[in-house]
Nanobody
Framework: QVQLVESGGGLVQPGGSLTLSCAASGSIFSIDAMGWYRQAPGKERELVATITRGGSTNYADSVKGRFTISRDNAKKKAYLQMNSLKPEDTSVYYC????????????????WGKGTLVTVSS
């Protein structure tokens, strides 16, 4: 069974930086795409950034130029470097994996972590 575990959330002042990490486990051979989504209270979950196995990235307009997504395919990890954080970035951030191949099966659907809270406040 595939598990995704996020870490690195916390409280940061406006203008500050944080780096989120996501570790995938469960006899995984490969993951087609990994990404970060976020959900603020009372709002729907939204895309933050995604990255393919080959390194192609996609960002929400609201984070372009401030956030950088990366991944380590060998370690089955993804990262989100967040700079120039704003109060409106406050959310629970979720790691996503899509297209997971294990020793037993290929799952083209979405796998989710439980989330890590990022609070941007002075």
């Amino acid at each position: 069974q595939v598990q995704l575990v996020e870490s690195g959330g916390g409280l940061v002042q406006p203008g500050g930086s944080l780096t989120l990490s996501c570790a995938a486990s469960g006899s995984i051979f490969s993951i087609d795409a990994m990404g970060w989504y976020r959900q603020a209270p009372g709002k729907e979950r939204e895309l933050v950034a995604t990255i393919t196995r080959g390194g192609s990235t996609n960002y929400a307009d609201s984070v372009k130029g401030r956030f950088t997504i990366s991944r380590d395919n060998a370690k089955k990890k993804a990262y989100l470097q967040m700079n120039s954080l704003k109060p409106e970035d406050t959310s629970v951030y979720y790691c996503n994996a899509r297209g997971v191949r294990t020793a037993i099966y290929y799952d083209s659907g979405d796998q989710w972590g439980k989330g890590t809270l990022v609070t941007v406040s002075s």
